[in-house]
Each structure stands twice: as C-alpha cells, then as structure tokens.
C-alpha cells in the first residue's frame, strides 16, 4: 500500500463543511454539474446548509438520472408489485442489488445483468462499448460469483451512413477486446441498424455468473468498527462525470463531445480482479462488497452505507491515484474502472491484505464503518462530506413526469402494410425473399459475432448463430443456463404496450427453442428524454406491458436498467426495451440447436399464421415503410409452447428448433438450412388453407408463437401425440434434403444453398470489410 504522500494528490485548500457554513451564499455551479435549481435547492434544504463542493459532486452525481430512476422509479414498482407465489419461488436476490439471483438447482444459482453504455459508446465507440462490458462483469463479482458469459444487444445507425463504421468497428472492437481478455465466452445477443439510431446508437452489455448458494454476497455496510477498503485499479481523471453529464443529458445536433466523461478500460486489471475477489470470498474475508461503476466512490460509499448500519467515515486522501492533480471532488465523481470496495471486520483484515498483495491489487483502507447515521468523508484531516448517506443514494427526488398521449401515433396505426400488393408468382417471392435475407438487419452477423470467442472455458453449449446462448453449469449433472435477448423497437413505435410484450415474447421463445425453461428476466429500457411528455407515455406502457407480461408468464425481472435521454435534439429514439430472458437446462447434453443435420427428418411448424405485416421486415426493407398495428400476442400460448419444446427436448424427440420472428418463415427456413448446410423441400399448401392466407402472408408474415421444428421421422408419431396431447395447432411443412443443398419452396422457387449464403453474408462485409475466419 502506498501512503498518501507518495500520491503526490492535489492539496489544494478543500471546501469544508466549515467553510460551507460560514459562507451560505457563495455561489456553485450545479447546473454545470447537471441539477436543476429546485434540486440545488432540496439539497440546501436536506443539510440545512450550502453543500460543499465534494457534497454537491456526490449528490449531482446520485441524483442523476442514470443513478436515481428519478423519472421511472415510480413506473418500475410495479415490478415488485405485480408478483406471484411461483415467482418468487427460486429467487434469491431481486432488484435492487447489484444483479439478481436464481436458484437453478443442485446447490447452483445464476446471477445476471444487463445494462446500457450508449451515450459513451457514441463518443467514444472503443472505450464506451469495452468499459460497458467491464462493469456489467464486475457487478456480477460483487454478487459472489465467477462470471461465465457475456451478450449485448446493439443497435447502430443507418447502415450506409458514413459515421456508422465508425461506430460498428469501434463498438465491436471494444466488446471483443475486453470480452475476450477477460476470457468470457460471447455467447449471443443481436445487432440492428435502423437511421432513428444514427447518433444514439445502443450499446446495452449483459453478464452471467455462476456461484453456490453458500458464496451468495450482498451489497451492505454492517458491523462498527469494519473497515472500508478500496482495491483494484487506481483512481484517474476519466469517467468524471458520466453519470451525471454523459449519461444524463441528451446530445446537441453538434455531434461527438463530452470525451472526458468516458471511462478507460484494463481488462487485464479486471481478470485480476476477477480472480482476487473470488479467493476473498472463498477465504470469507469479506462483509460487503460493492463494484465501483456509474459514480465511482460517491455511489460505492453513499449505498454500502445505506444499506447498512447507515454511518461511515472515509479519510478521502488515502485513495490510490493515478493522476495526481485530481481534486477532492473529481476524485469523489471518476468513475475510473475496475475497482472495487469491501466491508471487511478488523480481525480478517490481515488475511484481506495478504489476498490482494498476492495478487498484486493495490489497497488502500479508506475508513470504517460507523454508528452516526451519517457519511463523513475528510480531505487530509478536514471535513468535506457530511450527509445523512440515505438522502444521496436512496431518497433523491422522485417525478411524476408530465405524461401525453402521442398526436401522432393515431395516423400511423391506421397507415397499414395491407395496402402493399403482395406477389403471388414464384419469381418475385424468390426475389423478396433474398432481400430480405440481405437486408441489413436479417444478414449474417458473423463480421461481429467471428470477433469474439464463444467456447472459451469450454461450457458453451450453444451459441452463435442459435437463437439462444447456452452454457454448462456442472459438468457431472450438465446443469446448464440458457439466455436470449430481443428487442423490436419498430413494433414500440407504433404500440409501445404491444412491442414490449413481443420483445418479451421473442426472448420467452428464444430461450425455449433451446430446450431449456424460462425462469428470469432482466431488461434495459431505451427511451428518449422523460422531459418529453409523449416519451414518458412510452415507456409507462412499456413498463405496464414488461410487469403484466411477466405476471402472466409468472417470471420475475430481477434487475436492470433504464436508459434515458437517447435522442439528438428534439428526435427521440423509437422505444427500445431490451429483454433479457433467462432459462435453465437440466442437462445441456439436451440442447436443440436452430438448424436441422440429418436427411428425412419431417419439418413441423408450430403455431398458427395470421395477416401480420405491419412493422414486419418485409413492410421495411420492401416497401420502406413503418405503419399500423403490430402482431398480437398471446402469452399463454407462448407457455404452452415452451412447455411443448421442453417436453419434446427431455424426450429427445426434437431434433431442431428455430423460432420465427423477423421476417417470418421465410427467413427461419434459409437459417435453418445455413445453420448445417442440409437443405428442405417445403410445401404451403397446408398453412394457406387452414390459416386462409395467401403464399407471401405464409412467407413473411410476423405473426407470434410460432415456431419450426425437425422430427426424425422414427419419432414422428410420438410428436404429433405431444403436440395433440397439448393442444397446440401443428403442421407438416416440409421435409429435410441431405442430397439437395437447397431450399425448396414447392411450386414457387428454389434458392441454393451457396446463394442463400452468399447473399446473407455479403451485406456486412461489403460496408466493414472481410469477415475473420472466412
């Protein structure tokens, strides 16, 4: 440990809390900090005081809206209001802690997350996209357990607009690099360019760890007389102000600005950290433990104390620095990564610094905790923080944002895709087909997907291209986790209730076309600015659609994240919830992967199809056209597919599974013919007469709870028994062709295998550059 002389930290005369009383009218830059006045003013109040500079930087910083939910809290209860028994049945930490907890079975839970690094990610596409990565994974160490796997969900701007490769390349490059240092396996997630994202890209990271039951840590400061101890990177000048600054605000038509509110990341420090905290909890030297992230040592000390026995003190100039000039405020605002904070007991401490030395993470012990209710942090010997911790990290302000009805939103539902003509002859359903097949949202992600590695630790079970990511939790059992993320924010535009629910209703199917059961959701929800009153009409419906959706299907959302402010100007974002869905997996051996590998198995479809172009791909990349109202959803029926899925998995009578979604069959089928190089005869007959629609509503329509399924065919009747047994409509379609590398749509078009392939990964390659590993 170094002591504070050798810093060299800045001494400059601090502002006191002397000082702060003897001088109440001095005048202080909150609005530069990003409070408002009547804020400024709560504060004043609260202290019955001015706050001091290093008060005023902890409360910008917490009271923003990326740290205090000041604008959603109140729509987010309804997550732990709307809860049942069988809900609450395997759930060990829910929200409010640094991620939730799932109880999987066997002694194992399943800790997940996932978080949004947008607005850095613009200004700085390397370092926002990487250090977003890092803190989702150190929020998933401070809960006890050893992160196994990582996913994000992208969305970029145009595809052909001149600033999107700056963004794609560095976005990438950042998640891959920090991902991949750490040696976490890539194992999912989805990539979207539409232009409303064009200075707004979303860069929302998720993070799964497994821990036994035993490790399980919470987020708390309790004992007096326990010591704070910070350890892990030192503390620079980057990130200052992120929360409270970057992330808070919207963007100015000017373009990148704002570079020194963006973090920088060591992925090689955090492996480090990784490892060093596992061996702490494994030797139970810790108490508490908090990841410093979004407001750095305001938030990490403000919450263990809150959480706790309510008092602390923090001498702030034992802090370890790396630049020297930094003041006492800064250094209270950096959100500098891979760093952590811990509660340890007097008598551990020796065995906690034998730890971290071992490892070789610099330490420093800040203080201790306290019986005052109060958390006081001095500035070499002097007071410069004095508050009551609750009011900077919990009971900040909370609105009742205006809320309006969109003027607008009327006229676009009743602006349908129905009016589109839809081809009947084969040679221009062929020709949609491969559209959309290249477009740029249903192409090959693999220029993303090949730079990051998906099977290092050798768990992964499944990964890209399927539709969910799974990962092996025991390798006796072959326990394993399963987890999918989806979102359509095209769908949110035109029926922000409706598109929330599908979001949740494609992840639902996504990870129970693995095989594996829905258990957990977490979700990160993408908003323009809440001072916009139809904005705030968003993401209320959002929020009732995400808590009565999950009631139904009785899982619970155990965390997340809300994103705020995603918009240039006064051009919102169209509403981009993220969900998150979570399954376990009794035995991984198990697993049904997108794409069928045999000869003569029958291909199923599952589920019924409606007229349900609007806002599909083919209503966008066809017609460029946005308009209507989305498919319907049933979420019941959603269950019961699952259920199906499941059974048929434990049965072994399925030999893949691919859900449709974005494009409809269409483009479930050329997947599943890619994902092997097997192809498929297909007829429609069937589905355009006991659905009553025509061959390109068969082809192309989004309709909901569907799903394709391979059956060999020794399994046949057993499968058509499971589906009757259940009650959910099925059809044979097709069958596969080994001999044929083609896709076969009977009576219509064929499409070869190598066309379906070179047309699906032309589309990124020829904007970004060749693709690695092809």
């Avoid at 001095?26 to 804020?39: I, M």
């Avoid at 050798?458 to 990511?469: C, H, I, R, V």
């Avoid at 705020?564 to 979570?582: C, E, K, M, R, S």
Wanted: aromatic share 6%; glycine share 10%; net charge negative.
């Amino acid at each position: 440990m170094s002591t504070p002389t050798s810093l060299g930290a800045s001494t400059a005369a601090p502002d006191t809390v002397a000082n702060a009383q003897a001088t109440p009218d001095r005048e202080q830059p909150y609005g530069a900090l990003g409070l408002k006045a009547d804020e400024y003013a709560s504060i004043r109040e609260i202290l019955g005081r001015r706050p001091t500079s290093g008060e005023l930087a902890m409360y910008s910083v917490m009271w923003s809206e990326h740290c205090s939910y000041k604008s959603s809290k109140n729509y987010l209860r309804q997550f732990g209001q709307k809860v049942s028994p069988k809900m609450k049945k395997n759930l060990m930490v829910g929200m409010g802690e640094n991620a939730g907890v799932v109880d999987v079975g066997e002694g194992w839970a399943v800790t997940f997350k996932i978080e949004s690094h947008n607005h850095p990610s613009y200004i700085e596409p390397f370092q926002g996209a990487a250090t977003g990565v890092g803190g989702i994974v150190r929020d998933i160490i401070s809960m006890g357990a050893r992160p196994v796997a990582v996913m994000d969900a992208l969305r970029f701007g145009d595809i052909d607009h001149p600033d999107t490769a700056r963004v794609v390349h560095g976005v990438t490059s950042g998640i891959s690099f920090y991902a991949n240092c750490l040696g976490l396996p890539n194992i999912g997630g989805e990539t979207y360019f539409d232009s409303v994202y064009q200075a707004n890209p979303l860069v929302n990271a998720l993070a799964v760890g497994v821990l036994r039951h035993e490790d399980l840590h919470l987020a708390n400061a309790r004992g007096v007389g326990n010591k704070v101890v910070l350890f892990g990177a030192r503390t620079g000048g980057d990130g200052i102000g992120g929360a409270s600054i970057l992330a808070s605000d919207s963007f100015s038509a000017g373009g990148p600005t704002k570079r020194p509110a963006v973090q920088v990341g060591d992925p090689f420090a955090e492996k480090v950290l990784i490892e060093c905290c596992l061996e702490l909890f494994a030797q139970d030297l810790v108490e508490g433990i908090q990841d410093l992230g979004a407001a750095g040592i305001s938030c990490a000390t403000s919450e263990l104390a809150s959480n706790g026995d309510g008092g602390m003190f923090i001498e702030l100039s034992k802090v370890l620095l790396r630049d020297p000039s930094l003041t006492a405020e800064e250094i209270l605002m950096s959100e500098s990564q891979e760093r952590m904070m811990a509660i340890v007991t007097p008598e551990k401490l020796d065995g906690f610094l034998a730890v971290v030395k071992k490892w070789d993470v610099e330490t420093s012990v800040l203080g201790e905790v306290t019986d005052t209710g109060r958390l006081i942090i001095n500035w070499y010997g002097e007071e410069i923080v004095n508050v009551e911790p609750r009011t900077v990290a919990i009971d900040g302000p909370v609105y009742d944002r205006p809320v309006s009805y969109p003027t607008w939103i009327e006229a676009l539902q009743a602006d349908s895709a129905s009016k589109f003509v839809r081809p009947t002859e084969g040679a221009a359903l062929r020709e949609q087909a491969l559209r959309l097949l290249g477009s740029a949202n249903l192409s090959d992600k693999s220029w993303i997907t090949n730079q990051y590695d998906t099977y290092v630790m050798g768990n992964t079970a499944l990964s890209f291209p399927d539709d969910g990511g799974m990962v092996r939790v025991d390798e006796e059992s072959g326990l394993g986790f399963a987890v999918a993320t989806d979102a359509n924010g095209r769908y949110c535009q035109l029926d922000p209730y409706v598109g929330a629910q599908l979001a949740l209703a494609e992840a639902f199917r996504n990870v129970a076309v693995t095989g594996a059961t829905p258990v957990a959701v977490s979700d990160c929800l993408n908003f323009g600015s809440p001072e916009n009153p139809e904005v705030m009409w968003q993401f209320s419906k959002t929020v009732e659609a995400l808590s009565d959706g999950c009631l139904e299907l009785e899982i619970p959302v155990t965390g997340g994240n809300v994103s705020f402010y995603n918009q240039t100007g006064d051009v919102p974002i169209h509403p981009t919830p993220v969900i998150a869905v979570l399954g376990v997996m009794d035995d991984v051996a198990k697993r049904i992967p997108s794409g069928w590998q045999d000869e003569g198995d029958n291909i199923y479809l599952l589920g019924t199809t409606k007229l349900e172009l609007d806002g599909s791909a083919w209503a966008g990349v066809i017609h460029d056209h946005l308009g209507g109202r989305p498919p319907a959803v049933d979420l019941g029926a959603e269950q019961r597919l699952a259920s199906l899925i499941a059974a048929g998995s434990e049965q072994s009578l399925i030999a893949s599974a691919h859900d449709l979604a974005d494009g409809g069959l269409a483009q479930s089928l050329a997947e599943a013919t890619m994902r092997f190089g097997v192809g498929a005869r297909i007829w429609l007959g069937e589905i355009m007469e006991r659905d009553g629609v025509d061959a390109a509503t068969a082809l192309f329509s989004e309709s909901t709870g569907r799903v394709i399924v391979s059956v060999p065919r020794e399994e046949d009747v057993k499968f058509q028994g499971l589906c009757e047994g259940r009650g959910y409509p099925v059809l044979r379609i097709g069958v596969t062709d080994a001999q044929t590398p083609a896709l076969e749509i009977q009576d219509l078009f064929t499409i070869s295998l190598d066309e379906l392939r070179g047309t699906h990964r032309a589309t990124m390659s020829e904007r970004f550059g060749a693709v690695i590993g092809q």
